[in-house]
């Protein structure tokens, strides 16, 4: 089969063509983000291989099908930026990655948590100017202190056991609880108790209608004065803006995200030639307790190799069956 593989790196083709090497499917590499402008680089191609930032609209898809693609492969598990209505009325079967390495985000998001509440960013930036002094890196002791998780999915729980080996204490809102949670002995709460004792606050949730803006002014304003907030699950979660009001307010103590709800234009690109054209981006990279790292919480080793065999076995499953080895169709949304 021959798949058009969208925006692709150098990282990307070499996992890939490890993971193909016993498919011998053909795979053609293409840099630029799918969108409508690009889809027609697809032509030729019975499948298109996508990632977090391509746009699958109804239009794109349509696009596609003209071409006569049958299979959309995503190098994700989220796949809220694909319009499943859409490729189920068009007949275009969608393949996901429902997981790669919950231990690469979770860890990352504990990386977050030590820079932000220790300030090893500002230490690490005056140590190389010379200057030793302590004045403004004082941080907590992360024992005993209160941790929320929102989300008690595979990362969720991750995150929620390393924290626990710290001395925290963990609470954790989800609509379904987990028995695996329970038993490592975290609490499920509601989300305004979860909001209100939570010292340190991690998003571990699916971006849907029903979490969009879900940490919004409203939110913010229930947590503890000077909690922090961390955001490694996809960017339209977070409010923004709002945020942004609540760190000049000193309501939100601290801030780490590896995703923006913009992020689309300005992610997994060398933008250090030129100047953000986003202003409430550049505004958050003002602030001294924000660290913003640029959707890079999947990336590793171990990450990109399961992501690259899953989108294989997607695609060879689909070949032989006509469905792809884990699926995703509009009845998810119901």
């Known amino acids: 089969m021959r798949i058009a593989v969208y925006s692709t790196r150098a990282y990307d083709r070499r996992f890939l063509e490890e993971a193909n090497a016993s498919s011998h499917h053909e795979l053609v590499f293409l840099e630029p983000r799918l969108d409508g402008s690009t889809a027609a680089a697809a032509v030729g191609a019975q499948a298109v291989c996508a990632f977090v930032n391509d746009q699958l609209n109804s239009k794109v898809l349509s696009g596609l099908h003209a071409l006569d693609v049958r299979l959309v492969v995503l190098r994700s598990a ?64 992360l024992h005993g202190r209160t941790v929320g998780v929102l989300g008690t999915g595979k990362i969720g729980r ?17 609509p379904k609880p987990h028995s695996e949670a329970l038993a490592m002995g975290v609490q499920y709460v509601d989300l305004p108790e979860l909001l209100a004792e939570s010292d340190i606050l991690s998003l571990h949730c699916p971006l849907t209608p029903q979490t969009h803006h879900l940490i919004d002014a409203a939110a913010l304003a229930q947590m503890k004065p000077g909690a922090m907030v961390l955001n490694t699950s996809r960017g339209a979660v977070v409010d923004t803006p709002a945020v942004i009001v609540a760190l000049k307010s000193g309501q939100l103590g601290s801030l780490g995200l590896d995703v923006y709800e913009e992020e689309a234009d300005l992610f997994f690109r060398d933008l250090s030639g030129t100047a953000i054209a986003d202003d409430v981006f550049a505004r958050l990279l003002t602030f001294p307790n924000v660290v913003v790292t640029g959707h890079q919480a999947f990336f590793t080793e171990d990450a990109l190799r399961a992501i690259a065999e899953k989108t294989l076995a997607n695609i060879d499953s689909f070949v032989a069956t006509g469905v792809p080895l884990h699926a995703v169709s509009v009845e998810r949304l119901a």
């Not at 189920?88 to 690469?104: C, F, K, M, Q, T």
């Not at 090893?120 to 004045?135: D, T």
């Open 78 to 141: 989220g796949f809220n930026h694909v319009d499943l209505q859409a490729a189920a009325d068009l007949g275009l079967a969608v393949g996901r990655v429902p997981e790669y390495s919950p231990h690469a985000v979770a860890e990352h998001t504990v990386a977050l948590v030590l820079t932000l509440n220790r300030k090893i960013h500002r230490a690490w930036a005056r140590v190389r100017e010379g200057n030793f002094a302590l004045e403004g890196l004082l941080g907590f002791d």
């Open 158 to 174: 991750c995150f929620a056991r390393i924290m626990l080996g710290f001395g925290c204490r963990v609470l954790a809102c989800d």
